[in-house]
């Protein structure tokens, strides 16, 4: 439980990832630009390309060394989608993705290989994640062996993992995937994306699927792997109470775009754009005075093949003017919170939003 | 899902269950072990092997000689304890050594139909995209003729005879293991396993040894064991028709058009090859059963 602490307090804290302003450290872990997904949706007498679903436009950020990020969004907001991008298990149509500075799957950059070493990714099924003929120690050892350790190399890291992710090798190392609770199966899962020595793991909805007293496990668990094999996470889910417990700083996709981006305490305490304050006002309150009464939003995200013009978010959205139909707001940082970024035309002064004067006030 | 359950309970049984390491086959072999119709079927079917290919051992008639005399004898004729055929062969005989011929026709076009069609499916299953698409428009066109049919259109064309029965048969059993090869192929590729095996960094060629192989071989085998029997009926089919095996050479197919004519002098003796067409098809039948829920790990 300390160490959970020690991961909220550090959102905050002078020692945080927020030192990313100064320009004279070194550059970020992992830098995202511009990343872009179209899928096409295929139709008619020969597989046309009728339309696009664009599921990641345009998204950029940074991941400090030794953070945790959160991702969150309504599902079909992207998360998992840039969670296979940066995996590069999907390719993009548009962007870079750069590991300390390196551009991947460039001439003179990362190779794809090198970057999987670096970065590895946990599933949400943790049952469909693992090779049911394989026992599970084979499953983890998978990866070092393909990277050319022996294969009695391999199954002592594979042995050593078990244990670090709180399974007794001697029990669970030849147990098959069907024989394990989905809570193990998870550790398993984590042990084999830590086989590579990565410094990133991404988890997409890697506790999701778990009810809730194993998810806490496994929450305690993540958070004492990242500080003893000094790792950084980018967390993806939709719970909103778990990634605010676990992350530095949260990202908020809506529509294959990112709408707000910040420190987790900060953006859960004064959410500034109207969609995160849309989604965080959903979530439940433990104090029964400040119960939600209305329901925040009303209706489904719009169609992502047709996304509404200008900004993505103005169907639903109570401040929407005729600017917004226009032209869609820049992720830009807030003048009064250099940490935070918003998409919003209210936080530019400029825009010719009617709020935009006053919430510079705000 | 018992079984694993009350294992999972149990840390003593599991302890010693992960010191063993039994691998999946051996597994498999564990349960079917346990399954005693399965066990039979196969035992029958061994049998039925051994007496076929050693047949010389198991009578003393020339299953080509023929006596006027002794024409479409009873069962239990003394000599002759199956009786005899239209021409006087001795029909015992002609059974062990016309399952020569039944079982090759049956066996052989399915094991050339596995390799080739399994190959083809697995490659188009695993490469998808403009691949895919190919082999399984060109598999869409052989689907469209009834196997039978099909068969009888090849070796119509070919002409009679073992090897062309053979090559028929193998063509028209590929298109049904390309589809299901390729089915189980594409469902496997998009588990997520496999793509965390993309993201370790592996090579196309070592996820396919070790992640996809593994789990597409055991159903497409079963798939392809239930065909068997199909195959010795059509095989059968084809010589009753006049386009398999050729005379004299004996093969149950053939065996029951010839008798067709003595039905009603002794109609026991019309009557047999088909009884052992039917039981060895049933038999290759139960066993693709047994193996498919020996495969099944998740039961």
Same mark, same amino acid.
């Given at each position: 439980?300390?160490?959970?602490?020690?991961?909220?307090?550090?959102?905050?804290?002078?020692?945080?990832?927020?030192?990313?302003?100064?320009?004279?450290?070194?550059?970020?872990?992992?830098?995202?630009?511009?990343?872009?997904?179209?899928?096409?949706?295929?139709?008619?007498?020969?597989?046309?390309?009728?339309?696009?679903?664009?599921?990641?436009?345009?998204?950029?950020?940074?991941?400090?060394?030794?953070?945790?990020?959160?991702?969150?969004?309504?599902?079909?907001?992207?998360?998992?989608?840039?969670?296979?991008?940066?995996?590069?298990?999907?390719?993009?149509?548009?962007?870079?993705?750069?590991?300390?500075?390196?551009?991947?799957?460039?001439?003179?950059?990362?190779?794809?290989?090198?970057?999987?070493?670096?970065?590895?990714?946990?599933?949400?099924?943790?049952?469909?994640?693992?090779?049911?003929?394989?026992?599970?120690?084979?499953?983890?050892?998978?990866?070092?062996?393909?990277?050319?350790?022996?294969?009695?190399?391999?199954?002592?890291?594979?042995?050593?993992?078990?244990?670090?992710?709180?399974?007794?090798?001697?029990?669970?190392?030849?147990?098959?995937?069907?024989?394990?609770?989905?809570?193990?199966?998870?550790?398993?899962?984590?042990?084999?994306?830590?086989?590579?020595?990565?410094?990133?793991?991404?988890?997409?909805?890697?506790?999701?699927?778990?009810?809730?007293?194993?998810?806490?496990?496994?929450?305690?668990?993540?958070?004492?792997?990242?500080?003893?094999?000094?790792?950084?996470?980018?967390?993806?889910?939709?719970?909103?109470?778990?990634?605010?417990?676990?992350?530095?700083?949260?990202?908020?996709?809506?529509?294959?775009?990112?709408?707000?981006?910040?420190?987790?305490?900060?953006?859960?305490?004064?959410?500034?754009?109207?969609?995160?304050?849309?989604?965080?006002?959903?979530?439940?309150?433990?104090?029964?005075?400040?119960?939600?009464?209305?329901?925040?939003?009303?209706?489904?995200?719009?169609?992502?093949?047709?996304?509404?013009?200008?900004?993505?978010?103005?169907?639903?959205?109570?401040?929407?003017?005729?600017?917004?139909?226009?032209?869609?707001?820049?992720?830009?940082?807030?003048?009064?919170?250099?940490?935070?970024?918003?998409?919003?035309?209210?936080?530019?002064?400029?825009?010719?939003?009617?709020?935009?004067?006053?919430?510079?006030?705000? | 899902m018992e079984d694993s359950a009350t294992l999972a309970a149990d840390p003593a049984m599991a302890l010693k269950r992960a010191q063993q390491g039994k691998s999946y086959w051996r597994r498999v072999w564990e349960r079917l072990r346990e399954d005693k119709v399965t066990l039979a079927v196969i035992a029958v079917l061994g049998m039925l092997l051994i007496m076929v290919v050693f047949a010389p051992w198991f009578t003393i008639h020339d299953p080509y000689a023929g006596s006027v005399l002794r024409r479409l004898k009873p069962v239990g004729t003394p000599g002759h304890w199956l009786g005899t055929d239209e021409v006087g062969r001795d029909l015992w005989s002609r059974m062990l050594y016309g399952g020569?011929?039944?079982? @090759?026709?049956?066996?052989?076009?399915?094991? =050339? /139909?596995?390799? +080739?069609? %399994?190959? #083809? &499916?697995?490659?188009?299953?695993?490469?998808?995209?403009?691949?895919?698409?190919?082999?399984?428009?060109?598999?869409?066109? @052989?689907?469209?003729?009834?196997?039978?049919? =099909? /068969?009888?259109? +090849?070796? %119509?064309? #070919? &002409?009679?005879?073992?090897?062309?029965?053979?090559?028929?048969?193998?063509?028209?059993?590929?298109?049904?293991?390309?589809?299901?090869?390729?089915?189980?192929?594409?469902?496997?590729?998009?588990?997520?396993?496999?793509?965390?095996?993309?993201?370790?960094?592996?090579?196309?060629?070592?996820?396919?040894?070790?992640?996809?192989?593994?789990?597409?071989?055991?159903?497409?085998?079963?798939?392809?064991?239930?065909?068997?029997?199909?195959?010795?009926?059509?095989?059968?089919?084809?010589?009753?028709?006049?386009?398999?095996?050729?005379?004299?050479?004996?093969?149950?197919?053939?065996?029951?058009?010839?008798?067709?004519?003595?039905?009603?002098?002794?109609?026991?003796?019309?009557?047999?090859?088909?009884?052992?067409?039917?039981?060895?098809?049933?038999?290759?039948?139960?066993?693709?059963?047994?193996?498919?829920?020996?495969?099944?790990?998740?039961?």
């Amino acid at each position: 439980m300390s160490l959970l602490k020690h991961h909220v307090t550090t959102g905050d804290g002078a020692l945080g990832p927020l030192s990313q302003r100064d320009p004279s450290r070194s550059k970020p872990l992992l830098a995202i630009e511009h990343l872009t997904k179209h899928f096409p949706l295929q139709g008619g007498l020969f597989g046309r390309r009728r339309a696009m679903v664009q599921a990641v436009d345009d998204v950029s950020f940074v991941v400090e060394r030794g953070e945790t990020l959160g991702i969150v969004g309504e599902s079909g907001c992207g998360k998992s989608t840039t969670a296979r991008l940066l995996m590069h298990l999907i390719k993009p149509d548009r962007g870079s993705i750069a590991f300390r500075g390196q551009r991947v799957g460039v001439a003179g950059g990362l190779s794809q290989r090198e970057l999987h070493r670096q970065m590895q990714m946990v599933f949400q099924d943790s049952y469909a994640s693992l090779n049911p003929r394989l026992p599970v120690a084979m499953s983890i050892a998978f990866g070092p062996f393909v990277h050319g350790l022996g294969k009695t190399e391999a199954l002592r890291r594979a042995a050593e993992l078990l244990e670090a992710v709180g399974l007794e090798p001697a029990l669970f190392a030849n147990r098959y995937p069907h024989e394990l609770s989905g809570g193990q199966r998870q550790r398993i899962n984590v042990a084999r994306a830590l086989a590579l020595e990565p410094r990133i793991v991404i988890l997409d909805e890697a506790v999701s699927a778990l009810d809730k007293s194993v998810e806490a496990q496994v929450l305690n668990l993540l958070a004492d792997l990242k500080v003893r094999f000094d790792l950084t996470y980018v967390f993806i889910s939709h719970d909103l109470n778990v990634v605010r417990y676990i992350s530095d700083r949260v990202m908020v996709m809506y529509l294959g775009k990112v709408v707000e981006i910040g420190p987790a305490d900060r953006v859960y305490r004064d959410p500034q754009h109207p969609y995160t304050r849309a989604l965080l006002s959903a979530m439940p309150s433990m104090d029964p005075r400040r119960r939600t009464r209305q329901a925040p939003l009303s209706g489904d995200p719009p169609n992502p093949v047709r996304p509404p013009s200008g900004c993505r978010f103005r169907t639903r959205c109570p401040l929407a003017e005729a600017v917004c139909e226009k032209a869609a707001p820049a992720l830009l940082a807030l003048p009064s919170d250099g940490a935070r970024a918003v998409a919003c035309h209210v936080h530019v002064p400029t825009s010719g939003h009617t709020r935009a004067a006053t919430a510079g006030a705000e | 899902m018992e079984d694993s359950a009350t294992l999972a309970a149990d840390p003593a049984m599991a302890l010693k269950r992960a010191q063993q390491g039994k691998s999946y086959w051996r597994r498999v072999w564990e349960r079917l072990r346990e399954d005693k119709v399965t066990l039979a079927v196969i035992a029958v079917l061994g049998m039925l092997l051994i007496m076929v290919v050693f047949a010389p051992w198991f009578t003393i008639h020339d299953p080509y000689a023929g006596s006027v005399l002794r024409r479409l004898k009873p069962v239990g004729t003394p000599g002759h304890w199956l009786g005899t055929d239209e021409v006087g062969r001795d029909l015992w005989s002609r059974m062990l050594y016309g399952g020569r011929l039944s079982l @090759l026709a049956g066996v052989a076009p399915v094991f =050339l /139909a596995l390799l +080739i069609g %399994g190959f #083809l &499916g697995i490659l188009a299953g695993y490469a998808g995209g403009l691949l895919n698409s190919a082999v399984m428009r060109l598999t869409d066109v @052989l689907y469209a003729f009834p196997s039978i049919l =099909l /068969a009888i259109a +090849i070796t %119509g064309i #070919l &002409g009679a005879g073992l090897q062309n029965t053979i090559l028929a048969l193998t063509i028209s059993f590929i298109p049904p293991i390309i589809r299901i090869s390729e089915s189980v192929t594409t469902q496997v590729r998009h588990l997520d396993f496999v793509e965390a095996a993309r993201a370790s960094g592996a090579r196309r060629l070592t996820i396919m040894r070790y992640h996809i192989l593994s789990n597409v071989l055991g159903p497409i085998l079963v798939y392809a064991t239930s065909l068997i029997s199909i195959c010795i009926i059509l095989a059968a089919g084809l010589s009753f028709l006049g386009l398999g095996v050729t005379p004299p050479s004996a093969e149950w197919g053939l065996m029951l058009n010839n008798l067709r004519q003595g039905i009603w002098a002794s109609p026991l003796v019309a009557a047999l090859p088909g009884v052992m067409i039917f039981i060895t098809s049933m038999c290759f039948n139960l066993m693709s059963d047994g193996l498919r829920q020996a495969m099944d790990v998740r039961l």
